[in-house]
T-cell receptor
Framework: ETGVTQTPRHLVMGMTNKKSLKCEQH?????MYWYKQSAKKPLELMFVYSLEERVENNSVPSRFSPECPNSSHLFLHLHTLQPEDSALYLCASSQAPGQAFYEQYFGPGTRLTVT | AQSVAQPEDQVNVAEGNPLTVKCTYSVSGNPYLFWYVQYPNRGLQFLLK??????LVKGSYGFEAEFNKSQTSFHLKKPSALVSDSALYFC???????????FGAGTTVTVRA
């Protein structure tokens, strides 16, 4: 596997379910990100991890819980979601998160539908 | 606060014609600017970036972008568009020492044969 991978690619869940999204980067980066992409809206940054430490949390509801066990893996745990949480969830990674000139590399995303 | 505006939701061009996708930005200090492309059911792919130096930046797949500090713009260009360039294009800006990469809403490019 190369680049950034995400599983599952598609997920349908009820509002009372608990599920997790997984992201893995094979680029040797030390920063990882979760974004939410909704139709006709700019990408929304949710969480940033630098060397497994959360450095940014953009006022995301507690029903989204991130976990970064090491610099290659990132999870997003989902619980008691709402229909408006249906979106494409993108994971990204980069080198040196504090250095603005490094580009981010994105995974293919998980298409989440909350019923 | 930093922000990006992509004034056109959609751009339509004929194959072989020049393609321009517009982007303006707002950020404190020097900007770090990026263009990404997204194909259907895929993540974002990095095209090019401006950090410093020459105002004309060359990137992947024949794309280039021109940084204009006075107009706070970073327009994406391609001299001769291909049908395969049809996709969703995002401009993004980041300030120095800022974790946050702010994206525009995206511009859908359609290249007709």
């Amino acid at each position: 596997e190369t680049g950034v991978t995400q599983t599952p690619r598609h997920l349908v869940m009820g509002m009372t379910n608990k599920k997790s999204l997984k992201c893995e980067q094979h680029l040797g980066h030390n920063a990882m990100y979760w974004y939410k992409q909704s139709a006709k809206k700019p990408l929304e940054l949710m969480f940033v991890y630098s060397l497994e430490e959360r450095v940014e949390n953009n006022s995301v509801p507690s029903r989204f819980s991130p976990e970064c066990p090491n610099s290659s893996h990132l999870f997003l745990h989902l619980h008691t979601l709402q229909p408006e949480d249906s979106a494409l969830y993108l994971c990204a990674s980069s080198q040196a998160p504090g250095q603005a000139f490094y580009e981010q590399y994105f995974g293919p995303g998980t298409r989440l539908t909350v019923t | 606060a930093q922000s990006v505006a992509q004034p056109e939701d959609q751009v339509n061009v004929a194959e072989g014609n020049p393609l321009t996708v517009k982007c303006t930005y707002s950020v404190s200090g020097n900007p770090y600017l990026f263009w990404y492309v997204q194909y259907p059911n895929r993540g974002l792919q990095f095209l090019l970036k401006y950090i410093t130096g020459d105002n004309l930046v060359k990137g992947s797949y024949g794309f280039e972008a021109e940084f204009n500090k006075s107009q706070t713009s970073f327009h994406l260009k391609k001299p001769s568009a291909l049908v395969s360039d049809s996709a969703l294009y995002f401009c993004a800006v980041r300030g120095y020492n800022d974790y946050k990469l702010s994206f525009g809403a995206g511009t859908t490019v359609t290249v007709r044969a």
